[in-house]
């Protein structure tokens, strides 16, 4: 009930405040274009001064858009826009009083730093996705691809096209010269397209915008003016070839007689990657024997809870275009509901193999890294009806490790099978584009499985619908999905899936789920289903429900934390929409929820409210608090009983001072403490960004995790003295960290980056216990500590003597761990002409375990200082060819 009285309240106020509030009608401005015809193109030079330009009037009377929104902006900008059978042509002026206070800093493409113009097409007119192009006073460039209407700006997505940027006595001015072959539009004599311009004021940190677009109005691709006067251009079909050709060398520490390790590798590579465009609308990429070699290291991180860590996806041919193969299962604004499991994750394809040889002690295994790419083909992109399509095709090759004993004879054993990866996703706009309903389907299919790899599934498969339906301007939205999987495979296969962490069908306890090992396949469901309000006013808010059956399974395509969960969620937000004399703008948040599993169990319920600042010297900060008064696992044992967790409070804080500044500071700490002192974290991290000069910045972020818990998990045993014992210990944790960049601009085309991290996580146990009685209300009464009588510790072993006979009930390695790594990636890079690059890369690692007993700092050092580091050197050389 009160669950419900609070969703209700939230539906009463939020349409409350919007019946309060007058819906403004904003007039669409456009802009008329003309073809160049007997005129010359312009010279992209950056002056303005070719005689084509006195072809067309000048577009502008930009408007303030942030902070004081519908306000006159500090300086102009005025804009023209020319056109011929092949290209685009915009020539822009920014005017500025002070010309020698134009912030001119230079970064790589996408480094959107210091003064910029940008320019948004929708050239397919769907009012929800778009092409964006920024040009900088330095001359750096930057693209995005939008979609979502404005909530997602892919930075991957890197079209060939020209521009340069020159600063005079008025200001500065920019001439863009876009190829139509890296647009998409539609075969109409009469072209209408949406447009959009933004210039950034750097000094005052003011933006403002040719099309007023208010603060409080959803979207933002749906709010562009229109450009008008395209006439008898043709879609131009793309067609581009890039191989590639990669020399690589490894050097590490040798192991003393293992043929497989002796200090160096080395390999030389090449492939091919094709983009071919179907039509103007949709493309067709190829890729043939890819390089999926990282030039970015994924940060260090380890994990007590035993579920596995997300991580971004940073291949170039899965990166692009990502948005139409996107599939969340339950984002949602109030967050907290696993938010990161997708129907597609990509990193599954090229993943490390699955498998290892068992061995014995005088045998040594050289197990591949990874699984390379037979080929790919993604076919994908948006027609001008409304239709987003999305295939992708993947096959990876069977891998091998090869064991070769003390007697110098070998074999090879399976430890990934050939796979084959299929993803298609199909999506309509309708209802003026305010609507659209969609679906996804996934299979993963793997061929003969040996013995040894029995607990893959032979095939795995996933689909789902989603739909979201906008009413009254965009302000108010109905969506959501439901999601469906099936897998199949042996039986060791599924009983594997039924015990995996994710499900954990043998917990006890659990009467709704059991362990059947004799099943050969498994089927599962999920979904979520949301309303909410995101414009018109200060107010907007968001509720719904997501769940997932016990037996859902996405992790062979997907990503997918846990299963077994129903949860509630809503936020409600308040912004403020002018600027005052203390703050810039203001965010007040309040959001909560409450989460059973499907047996009907009431295993989460936490409330939250927090707050984040922009002030009127551009300084950032925020604060949140939460409370969770109930909250259960089923996941804390490894499939021991539901687990009581003790109430808790945390905070969050952070602070950030003026971006604009060449020397910034930040800092960020959070907090939890259960109201019985069974659990206390903490974790901060600050730093500074410093760029001396402008093609120059350095940034230094140190960080301390510190985790006390008195119930971490260690192991279960089956049989002591009669009964199970689900061990725990107290776990004194402290992980320290710190990264460190560099960024030297040579210029636009030619950088040079550094990212180093020393990063050590030391764990260290005491106060050994096993849970009794685990709803317990009181701490203390959900376990039995073992006395020091009980416990002794020999060679690394824990043994426990629970009735003090003077025999050893169960023993246990013990749980103390330091692990220490050093991670650092030097990446010259140099884009010799558009769309084609060489890559140098120098990329470090140390990993190693250290000695729990010595102290963080000490254990660093000793761990990475004086060691020989893994160290790769790659040269990576690029064409691309557009024809």
């Known amino acids: 009930m009160r669950n419900a009285a609070l969703v209700f309240l939230t539906l009463f106020f939020a349409y409350f405040s919007q019946a309060q509030d007058s819906t403004e009608v904003i007039i669409k401005k456009k802009y008329t274009t003309q073809a160049l015809g007997e005129y010359a193109a312009p010279t992209i030079n950056g002056i303005l001064e070719d005689e084509a330009w006195n072809l067309v009037e000048w577009g502008g009377h930009y408007i303030e858009w942030q902070p004081d929104e519908n306000t006159p902006p500090t300086h102009q900008t005025k804009f023209k826009i020319l056109y011929d059978s092949k290209n685009l042509y915009i020539g822009v002026r920014c005017y500025d009083s002070e010309p020698d206070k134009i912030v001119k800093r230079l970064s790589r493409r996408d480094g959107f730093d210091g003064d910029w113009v940008e320019f948004n097409i929708d050239s397919y007119f769907d009012k929800r996705t778009a092409f964006s192009f920024t040009i ?109 050709t990669v020399a690589k060398t490894e050097t590490y520490e040798a192991e003393e007689g293992n043929p497989f390790r002796d200090g160096s590798e080395s390999n030389i590579t090449a492939g091919l990657d094709a983009k071919i465009g179907i039509t103007n609308d949709l493309t067709l990429d190829l890729t043939v024997n890819p390089d999926f070699g990282q030039v970015d290291a994924d940060p260090s991180a380890i994990a007590l809870d035993g579920f596995q860590i997300f991580f971004q996806e940073r291949r170039p041919f899965f990166v692009e275009n990502k948005n139409i193969f996107d599939f969340k299962v339950s984002q949602s604004q109030a967050g907290n509901t696993f938010g990161s499991d997708n129907i597609f994750y990509s990193r599954r394809i090229g993943r490390s193999p699955q498998g290892y040889p068992d061995t014995s002690d005088d045998e ?84 003969q499985i040996p013995e040894q790899l029995n607990f893959l599934h032979d095939a795995a498969y996933t689909g789902g619908f989603d739909f979201k339906h906008q009413w009254a301007n965009r302000d108010w939205y109905f969506g ?125 319920l936490q409330f939250n409210t927090n707050s984040w600042q922009n002030w009127k010297n551009n300084w950032r900060t925020n604060i949140g ?8 696992s089923n996941f804390a044992l490894r499939g021991g009983p539901r687990l009581r967790q003790s109430p808790w409070v945390s905070f969050w804080n952070g602070i950030n001072t003026d971006y604009r500044k060449k020397l910034r500071f930040s800092f960020f700490h959070n907090g939890r403490k259960a109201l019985d002192n069974s659990i206390k974290t903490y974790y901060m991290e600050g730093g500074f960004v410093y760029q001396p000069l402008n093609a120059l910045r350095i940034s230094v972020f140190p960080s301390l995790r510190i985790n006390q818990d008195k119930l971490q998990f260690i ?74 009588e009980q416990t002794s510790l020999t060679d690394g072993d824990y043994a426990i003597d629970e009735d003090l006979d003077g025999l050893t ?63 790769i050197f790659l040269l990576k050389a690029t064409y691309r060819f557009v024809l």
């Open 364 to 447: 040594f295994v050289d197990q591949p890294d990874n699984t390379p790419m037979i080929g790919a083909a993604k076919f994908s992109g948006k027609t001008n009806n409304g239709w987003a399509i999305g295939v992708l095709e993947s096959v990876t090759a069977q891998r091998t490790a090869t064991i070769l004993n003390g007697n110098g004879n070998a074999r090879k054993e399976m430890v990934e099978p050939l796979t084959n990866y299929f993803v298609g996703r199909l999506q309509k706009d309708f209802n003026q584009r305010n609507s659209y309903i969609g679906g996804i389907f996934t299979a993963t299919n793997r061929e």
């Open 136 to 244: 900088t006073a330095a001359g750096v460039k930057g693209d995005e691809f939008i979609s979502n209407n404005g909530n997602n700006w892919d930075s991957s997505w890197n079209p060939i096209w020209y521009a340069k940027a020159y600063v005079d006595d008025e200001g500065w001015t920019a001439e863009l010269r876009i190829p139509l072959s890296q647009l998409k539009f539609g075969s109409a004599e009469e072209q209408i397209w949406g447009f959009q311009s933004t210039r950034r004021f750097f000094r005052s940190e003011e933006r403002s915008v040719w099309q007023r677009k208010p603060v409080d109005q959803p979207g933002w691709v749906s709010e562009f003016g229109e450009l008008h006067g395209l006439r008898n251009i043709e879609p131009q079909k793309q067609l581009e070839i890039q191989p590639y």
């Open 809 to 871: 009930d169960f023993s246990f390695d013990n749980p103390d761990f330091s692990f220490v790594q050093f991670r650092s990636n030097l990446v010259i890079r140099w884009e010799y002409i558009p769309g084609s690059e060489i890559f140098l890369v120098w990329s470090q690692d140390v990993s190693r375990s250290g000695d729990p007993t010595n102290g963080l700092l000490s254990s660093l050092g000793d761990n990475i200082f004086g060691q020989k580091p893994q160290n």
């Open 715 to 788: 192991d279960n045993f089956d049989d002591v003295n009669g009964s199970p014992r689900y061990l725990n210990g107290e776990i004194n944790q402290r992980t320290l960290s710190m990264s460190i960049r560099l960024n030297y601009t040579i210029n636009p085309n030619l950088t040079i980056q550094y990212w180093g991290q020393p990063f050590i996580s030391r764990g260290r146990y005491s106060n050994f216990k096993h849970i009794t009685d685990p709803i317990a209300k009181t701490f203390e009464d959900r376990f039995i500590q073992y006395t020091a």
């Open 480 to 604: 959501g999905n439901i999601t469906m999987s099936h897998v199949r495979g042996s039986e060791e296969a599924i009983t594997n899936t039924q015990e995996s962490i994710t499900h954990l069908f043998n917990r006890i306890g659990a009467d709704h789920v059991e362990v059947d090992t004799t099943r050969t396949s498994m089927t599962g469901t999920g979904g979520n289903v949301q309303i909410g309000k995101v414009g018109n006013g200060h107010w907007k808010f968001e509720s719904g429900a997501t769940w997932r059956s016990p037996e859902l399974e996405l992790n062979d395509i997907g990503f997918q934390r846990q299963a077994d969960d129903v949860r509630h969620y809503t936020w409600i937000g308040y912004q403020t929409l002018k600027p005052d004399s203390t703050f810039r703008r203001v965010g007040i948040n309040y959001n909560h929820w409450t989460a059973w599993d499907l047996q009907g169990n009431h295993n989460y």
């Open 625 to 632: 608090f939460n409370y969770a008064p109930i909250e259960y």
